[in-house]
């Protein structure tokens, strides 16, 4: 049977249409599609339509910087910086692309890399506060507060209702210990978000801090209102009553801390400390013993002792330094008493007991130095060299002149393999009049 070729012309152009229809569309116009997706939030399709744009015009530095941006909404940071390169190397001057390669970089935490990248797009639009806003988080990331703080008050100048910066540049100041102008941020952060659970918190915190228990009561109040499921809140409102002698209120909102967070030590503490207050102290000692025994264990518990001081000398050259246990006059919080019975269960051997009762004494009186560093010594001797390390270094930001304690934390670094550091500290311990870190400098730093 011979075939019509007119019939086969029109059936083969009716099987094309769609291809043909689909081919007519311009870049542009699938870029279209693909802004309009995305603002719509249907960031798949967007992908498509700007995965057609860019194979029909793949020099347009826009379509790589939207699809970047699709990437990130699908929390692909690492194909969006990818695509962010490209749009920068087609146009070095597009502030936008410099600014969120910076916030997909952050999500990485490449936070260094960020910052250069936010730094570049200040640059570009200095102007605009989301640059100075981004920076700043991210200094605050490396604790680099100062550097920080500048960059959120620049944010705030330029946009004065920005919540966010606000409430980030209250938890800076929180860091500086600038407490009465943090308080003014979290405040302002409830004037314009008055369902924000998180600055109530960070209100009730700041008022802590200012002594204000009352005030902070009645944050946490509002803060758990809002979201009852936070257990920091809770832990937070019960040292606040604990501090105003309201035991009982606090044991309730600790045992609620505890039920939400069963691993949340401080609640335990908090909870002890309040029954011993109540008389309850078989009670108060389970809880106490909970405190210390839950999240007790240094997260990398294998210490390598790398080292020319291994573990045994660390042990016979820390052991000939002395606490220094002298006696105080007891204060209202009795804490002498407990660093006092800490020292004593420790050279009975009861290194758990020790810890219990140094960390009561650090938790009252939180400039308690010896308290730090007897606890220090403690760790040490059980094998927690990082947390001996930790309490040695809050001993001396405590007490600059503290020469058994950056003699021993010279003792720990040298053994951990960090030998310049910590010949570092053994010779501050000797300038400090420490006379035996010499002999150690002569065996060890030489």
Known sequence: MKKNPVLLFFLALFLALPTILKAQKTAAEYFEEGVTKSKAGDFMAALQAFNLAITMSPENAPSYYNRAMAKANLKDNRGAILDFDRSIELNPKYSDAYLYRGVSKAKQDDYRSAIQDFSRSIELNPDDPQGYLQRGINRA??????????????????????????????????????????????????????????????????????????????????????????????YNRGFARSKLEKYEEAIADFDQAIILDPQNHRAYYGRGFCKSKLGSQREAISDLNKAV??????????????????????????NVVQERNKIYELSSERSEALFARGVGKNKQGDAKGAIIDLNKAIELNPTYSEAYFTRGMVKSAIGDQRGAVQDCSSAVKLNPKYAEAYYVRGLIKHSLGDENSGCLDLSKAGELGYTQAYKVISDYCN
């Open 293 to 318: 025994d839950i999240n007790n264990t240094p997260t990398d518990t294998k210490v390598t002792y790398a080292g020319r001081i291994t573990r045994s000398v660390l042990d016979d050259l820390r």
């Open 141 to 234: 990331r490396l604790e680099n507060y100062r550097g920080a703080l500048q960059d959120l008050n620049r944010t705030v100048e330029l946009e004065p209702n920005n919540a966010g910066a606000l409430y980030t540049r209250g938890n800076v100041k929180l860091k500086l210990e600038d407490f009465t102008s943090a308080l003014a941020d979290f405040s302002r952060v409830i004037d314009l978000t008055p369902k924000s659970s998180s600055a109530y918190a960070g209100r009730g915190f700041t008022r802590t801090k200012l002594n204000d228990f009352n005030g902070a009561v009645a944050d946490y109040s509002k803060a758990i209102e809002l979201k009852a499921d936070d257990s920091e809140s809770f």
